[in-house]
């Protein structure tokens, strides 16, 4: 029998992957790199893009360290220089010095990451300061779309297409009109299980901040009218990106992009200044930990390789989390499920400080407040509460030593069905 679509929104087979990914690593590499700038004008020569020690590999090795499940390539930046040796400009890698001029830095990057069992994806900037056609708007949006046509046709698949609103043109700069509906059936066409990403979707949504925090409330759905087009700009679009809209009629889970250093480019200057691992924690569970995706960004230097400091705070990273979720004492717990929650019996006492709590988002998102408690001296004791649930949803509390936990559903848009519930030690 064939099971009855639900008449509320839920994710595709390919946000489903995306959203229990979780993880995914962000990849700003190109001119800026060679300028030690964050966004260059683009009067640069291909030949001051030469990095010598290019191995995508090492990237790849450290993502996975890290426990990243993708990673994200800037293919093209602001400035309009491109990682492969597109036809449709001569401002490529094929007229830099780089592998004497025969060199594919987004072909390198798609083996490197599927070598090691991760998905690539790419960033692709619809701003471009160097193309001649760029505010002769039909002209340059013909370029894009044969730019873009390169990407999806030669380099297999790629999992998410980041799509970036930035454009610093000043008053009297060029203006260009988008055609966002022809960039959408584009990838569509090419590439039906690619995720595009921007504010305004349409399958992921940014977060609103580059802090790499999700809001709390986070709904995976949102309203597709208030923020219509990718660069839209009105006061509350922040706050609308940041928790989504419970009734929301499209599912457009959030990514929380932030980078590991002060820039998105790699700078000498900021070697000192990496996060450490406490940070990166404090990251994932504002964004991981709030039903959002982490896209962290990690820049290779101008030798083509991850900074050691960088792969150093990768690998703790991965460790740490590794280690954190190592033993979740609801392993084995007997489970009762009731009208208003679902209560368990650990098979030990222990002292508990964290909760990880899921709902089954193949059905939608629907729990929109909910309590936990723990059984102590006789009595239940609320733990703590929370709004949204969605993919995935970490509480921290003060350890509590108990084998009885329950999670009571006060509020929901629908029957709540629950995913796993796990319960774990906490931070030191
Ligand atoms: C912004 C860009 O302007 C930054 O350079 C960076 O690429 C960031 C992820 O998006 O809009």
């Known amino acids: 029998m064939l099971e009855q679509a639900p008449r509320w929104p839920v994710p595709t087979r390919s946000q489903l992957w995306w959203q229990r990914a979780e993880l995914g690593l962000f990849t700003h590499f190109g001119m800026n790199t060679f300028t030690d700038r964050e966004w260059g004008d683009g009067h640069e020569e291909p030949r001051q893009f030469n990095p ?8 790849a090795r450290a ?10 390539l800037t293919a093209k930046h602001h400035d309009g220089f ?21 060199g594919d ?29 760029y505010g002769d708007s039909p002209r340059y949006n013909d370029y894009y779309i044969a730019q873009l046509s390169e990407l999806l046709t030669q380099y297999g698949p790629i999992c998410e297409l980041f799509l970036d609103g930035a454009n610093g043109e000043g008053p009297n700069g060029k203006k260009q009109v988008y055609d966002w509906d022809l960039v959408h059936r584009t990838v569509r066409r090419l590439q039906p299980n690619a995720l595009m990403f921007s504010d305004a979707g349409p399958d992921i949504r940014w977060i609103g901040n580059e802090r790499g925090t999700a809001g709390d409330p986070n709904w995976c759905t949102v309203n597709p009218a208030l923020v219509p087009y990718a660069g839209f700009d009105a006061p ?3 706050e609308w990106l940041q928790h989504g809209n419970a009734d929301g009629t499209v599912w457009r889970p959030g990514e929380a992009d932030v980078s590991i250093r002060p820039g998105w480019f790699h700078h000498e200057g900021e070697n000192a200044k990496v996060r450490g691992t406490q940070n990166l924690m404090e990251l994932y569970f504002a964004s991981v930990g709030r039903n959002a995706n982490l896209l962290l960004n990690v820049p290779p230097t101008r030798d083509g390789l991850f900074h050691a400091a960088d792969v150093s705070a990768l690998v703790e990273f991965g460790t740490r989390l590794d280690q954190t979720f190592a033993h979740d004492f609801a392993a084995g717990a007997r489970v009762r499920k009731s009208v208003e929650g679902i209560e368990l019996s650990l098979p030990e006492r222990a002292p508990i400080g964290m909760v990880v709590l899921r709902e089954q988002i193949e059905r939608g998102q629907s729990v929109s407040r909910y309590r936990v408690e723990a059984h102590v ?8 509460r929370g709004t949204t649930i969605g993919h995935k949803k970490i509480d921290r509390f003060a350890p509590v030593t108990s084998e009885r936990w329950r999670v009571i559903i006060e509020e929901s848009l629908r ?3 629950f995913g796993e519930i796990g319960l774990f030690r906490g931070a030191d």
């Open 52 to 59: 010598r020690n290019f191995d995508a590999r090492q990237w």
């Open 63 to 72: 993502a996975k360290a890290g426990g990243f499940k993708y990673v994200i």
């Open 82 to 102: 491109c990682l492969w040796p597109s036809r449709h400009t001569e401002h490529s890698v094929k007229n830099s010095p780089w592998r004497g001029g025969r």
């Open 105 to 133: 830095a987004v072909r390198e990057f798609v083996d490197a990451m599927r070598a090691e069992g991760l998905r690539p994806g790419l960033y692709l900037s619809p701003w471009d300061r160097h193309e001649r056609t």
């Open 236 to 238: 509350e679009v922040g």
């Open 377 to 384: 001296y006789g009595a239940w004791s609320v733990v703590s």
């Open 415 to 417: 029957p709540p069905r």
